[in-house]
């Protein structure tokens, strides 16, 4: 039988994709107690303010000046898929959609002809550490799709189902699943005009965590001419017949079962899959469209629009401090957690 592993490499700061998907970074940041504002409670003289990143001390502010974060920016013409392990996220929109979600929730926003967000993180503890990890996941809208209305959803943590496999010597691998069909669990369906959401575009979106020593079978993928990526990037694990250390990316066969077993340390290992849309790919900043007159007209666009303006007071607003997770959509409606769960 064909080696079910194609190539492996090491990750670098924005961890390589292949089609249908654009970007992937994880977001590490150890950020201490916050201070009355939310952002750090401590010293920003060694920092380039609105654009820290460097990880002094093991944080970035990135474009926040006072809460780290991303104050508004544009996007066009693809989807973003941020998922929050620890920490908190506060969105707010030009369409009047905000948030606050996090500790193990996923946002989904279709960007579609244009949209404006801030994605800010609120240091809400005041005597402790506020650590924050996320992954941000770019993928693709098909040229059919790339002027549709903007569109964003939740998958809170509470919903996303849980797939724990057990191997001959009692260790355990979780999988919880963000995207894509695994051993019968299917997460909430993305948005309606997402790749994701055609059935033959077979994209999974899964988050592995392996005890040490656990072995678990990664099963084929449904289509053909699927892609797949396993981006091992704590602890580490052995591929089929390959070593994975942390910070590893493994392009696999989507048609081969394989074999993943966790290190001493045990693994974590995220996994990317798709069938590519297969379209030539124009990309400038935040506008992803198939060449440069979409990228122009996008510019254009933004200049004479603002994609329905900003409508909050602040470039980079955040919730209170004690604000639960909370979801607010473009049309007034809640999508909070209490809502979901309870229909």
């Not at 770019?138 to 998958?155: H, I, R, S």
């Not at 084929?220 to 990526?229: F, H, I, L, N």
């Not at 989507?254 to 297969?278: K, M, N, S």
């Amino acid at each position: 039988m064909d080696d079910p592993v194609l190539e492996t490499a090491p990750l670098g700061a924005q961890w390589a994709t292949i089609d249908p998907f654009l970007f992937c970074v994880h977001h590490v940041d150890m950020y201490p107690a916050g201070n009355d504002t939310m952002g750090p409670a401590a010293s920003l003289a060694a920092r380039e303010l609105g654009m820290d990143f460097e990880g002094v001390d093991g944080w970035r502010m990135y474009h926040g000046t006072t809460v780290p974060g991303f104050p508004q920016h544009p996007h066009r013409g693809f989807e973003t898929v941020t998922f929050v392990r620890r920490g908190f996220v506060d969105h707010s929109d030009s369409l009047g959609a905000t948030a606050r979600f996090g500790r193990g929730d996923v946002q989904w926003l279709t960007a579609g002809k244009g949209i404006v967000h801030c994605e800010m993180f609120p240091l809400v503890e005041r005597d402790e550490g506020n650590p924050l990890e996320l992954f941000q996941i770019w993928l693709n809208l098909p040229a059919a799709d790339k002027m549709v209305e903007p569109y964003f959803t939740m998958l809170w943590n509470e919903d996303l189902p849980r797939h724990v496999a057990t191997d001959d010597e009692g260790r355990t691998t979780t999988v919880t699943v963000i995207a894509g069909e695994l051993a019968g669990l299917r997460p909430p369906p993305p948005p309606p005009d997402s790749w994701a959401s055609r059935a033959e575009a077979d994209v999974a979106i899964w988050h592995l965590v392996l005890e040490p020593g656990a072995q678990w079978q990664l099963p084929p993928a449904a289509g053909p001419d699927t892609v797949r990526v396993l981006y091992v990037f704590e602890g580490d694990a052995r591929v089929g017949e390959h070593d994975a250390g942390a910070a590893t990316g493994v392009h696999l066969r989507a048609d081969r079962e394989v074999a993943i077993t966790a290190g001493r340390r045990g693994a974590e290992a995220l996994v990317l899959q798709g069938r590519p849309i297969g379209e030539p790919v124009a990309q400038y900043g935040p506008f992803v469209m198939n060449d440069r007159v979409g990228i122009d007209q996008a510019f254009v666009d933004y200049r004479a629009t603002g994609f329905g303006g900003w409508p909050w007071p602040h470039d980079d607003p955040v919730h209170p401090r004690d604000a639960d997770r909370f979801a607010i959509d473009a049309h007034g409606r809640s999508l909070s957690p209490a809502e979901t769960t309870s229909r």
